[in-house]
T-cell receptor, first 114, second 111 residues
């Protein structure tokens, strides 16, 4: 069974550009979660999605950030007009059931904004 | 008070020793609890779920104390490969049923 896949693994963007991060959940998982981890800090929950639905986006910044999980294809975390403070590791996780069940993480995307 | 708190450590422990650390949570309605480990610059990996009755997996034992609102992780006969940051996760409280990761406890096993 393939695990959670994320790409790209590393992404460099200049300030003002857009960043698109992709996440393919484990086979059979329909619940996806995005987290951000700043250097030397803990994981912060951003958003929880099921197919075609955003269930909880309470951790998402109000501006510039959006997420989707279409019926077909990977989940996408989109950051518009990136700033230096967006530089972080972004992890995606998936679960078979709801958020009270075990989550399995992808390898992460390291975003660097120059 | 933070919703989920962990002693950041580091815990420097000799190989073969037993080490334990706790994670406290603030909301008594929390439902699900997990321990993850995270190696430097890698993704968190699920270590074990924490059940009300406690659970054991090899050298690792997890306990839940609802009365005092904490979970614990005990590692026996520690190995060098146990060096990592251990994260506790608490979910399932309030209508929003948030997912909260602790900031982690760093463990370093010394040869």
């Amino acid at each position: 069974n393939a695990g959670v896949m994320q790409n790209p693994r590393h992404l460099v963007r200049r300030r003002g550009q857009e960043a698109r991060l992709r996440c393919s959940p484990m086979k059979g998982h329909s619940h996806v979660y995005w987290y951000r981890q700043l250097p030397e800090e803990g994981l912060k929950f951003m958003v929880y999605l099921q197919k075609e639905n955003i269930i909880d986006e309470s951790g998402m910044p109000k501006e510039r950030f959006s997420a989707e999980f279409p019926k077909e294809g990977p989940s996408i975390l989109r950051i518009q007009q990136v700033v230096r403070g967006d530089s972080a590791a972004y992890f995606c996780a998936s679960s078979y059931r709801d958020r009270d069940s075990e989550q399995y993480f992808g390898p992460g995307t390291r975003l660097t904004v120059t | 008070r933070k919703e989920v708190e962990q002693d950041p450590g580091p815990f420097n422990v000799p190989e073969g020793a037993t080490v334990a650390f706790n994670c406290t949570y603030s909301n008594s309605a929390s439902q699900s609890f997990f321990w993850y480990r995270q190696d430097c610059r890698k993704e968190p990996k699920l270590l074990m779920s924490v059940y009300s009755s406690g659970n054991e997996d090899g050298r690792f034992t997890a306990q839940l104390n609802r009365a005092s609102q904490y979970i614990s992780l005990l590692i026996r006969d520690s190995k060098l490969s146990d060096s990592a940051t251990y994260l506790c996760v608490v979910t399932g409280y309030s209508n929003a049923s948030k997912i909260i990761f602790g900031s982690g406890t760093r463990l370093s096993i010394q040869p």
